[in-house]
């Protein structure tokens, strides 16, 4: 059973950055794809950016292509978002998710998640 635990959150002015890990436990990592989602208030949960086995092929919303950059350093068992010039509307629960179904990933079907970490971006 993989365990994910997210970390990295905080609050952050508009345009500022901030760097998202979320590290894996209880599982072979590099049998993972995965996944950034986040949870606006009031909001559905929504995908944010997705990392293959070895992090040769990202994909991402557009509401932060340009933004954002998703990558993983299987060796540590950890995936990681690095965001960039962030706006008041990127504030969010950001979770990260695995599977070890492609199908799945690229359906946006995670089967593990993370508890999630708080961005918050003042204006």
């Known amino acids: 059973q993989l365990q994910l635990v997210e970390s990295g959150g905080g609050l952050v002015q508009t345009g500022g950055s901030l760097r998202l890990s979320c590290a894996g436990s209880?599982?072979?990592?590099?049998?993972?794809?995965m996944g950034w989602f986040r949870q606006a208030p009031g909001k559905e949960r929504e995908f944010v950016a997705g990392?293959?086995?070895?992090?040769?092929?990202?994909e991402y919303s557009d509401s932060v292509k340009g933004r954002f950059t998703a990558s993983r350093v299987n060796a540590k068992n950890t995936v990681y978002l690095q965001m960039n010039s962030l706006k008041p509307e990127d504030t969010a629960v950001y979770y990260c998710?695995?599977?070890?179904?492609?199908?799945?990933?690229?359906?946006?079907?995670?089967?593990?998640w993370g508890q999630g970490t708080q961005v918050t971006v003042s204006s």
């Open positions: 998710a695995a599977t070890f179904s492609s199908a799945n990933h690229y359906n946006r079907r995670h089967d593990y």
């Open positions: 209880g599982s072979t990592f590099n049998r993972y794809y």
């Open positions: 990392v293959d086995l070895s992090g040769s092929r990202t």
